[in-house]
């Protein structure tokens, strides 16, 4: 994983080298602001709250548009929901396939690793998933 400040000036290069809309701003603003992730109802909730109403499928459309230009990422929960956050950010969770209950992990496991030599030489790096699926204190219990 290259160093915090050296990712942070990319994504910065590719927001301003990136046609974003009025609305695309609204939404990385909305998604910056926030420590934790955000769902498309939660970001479409939040906007209509600040006076920035913006259809439902418009919020999906334009997240969709973020996520191709490497500004955002997304995460599927067992549950269906879709969760969305910067691509700056470096956060892991451990999710609960039976209720879906997702927290955050301390640190990250991968962070020093580096892309493997094999890799495509001029690939940029924004960002890696890693992600623990297991079953919450609760559900565990409920099965023993
Ligand atoms: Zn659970
Ligand atoms: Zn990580």
Known sequence: MIENTR?????KTMMSNT?????????????????????????????????????????????????????IRSRHLPTGEVLYTPVDRD??????????????????PVKDIQTPKKNPEKFQLLFHTLEYFGLCQNCYQAQN
Do not use: F, P
């Open 7 to 11: 990712h942070k000036k990319i994504v």
């Open 19 to 71: 046609e974003i809309t009025k609305r695309q701003e609204q939404l990385l603003e909305e998604l910056d602001r926030c420590d934790d992730e955000l769902s498309g109802q939660e970001l479409h909730r939040q906007l209509i709250n600040k006076g920035k109403s913006m259809g439902l499928t418009t919020v999906y459309r334009n997240l969709q548009i973020l996520i191709k230009h490497g500004l």
């Open 91 to 108: 956060i892991h969770h451990l999710t609960c396939v039976q209720c879906g209950e997702t927290s955050k992990m301390e640190g990250c």
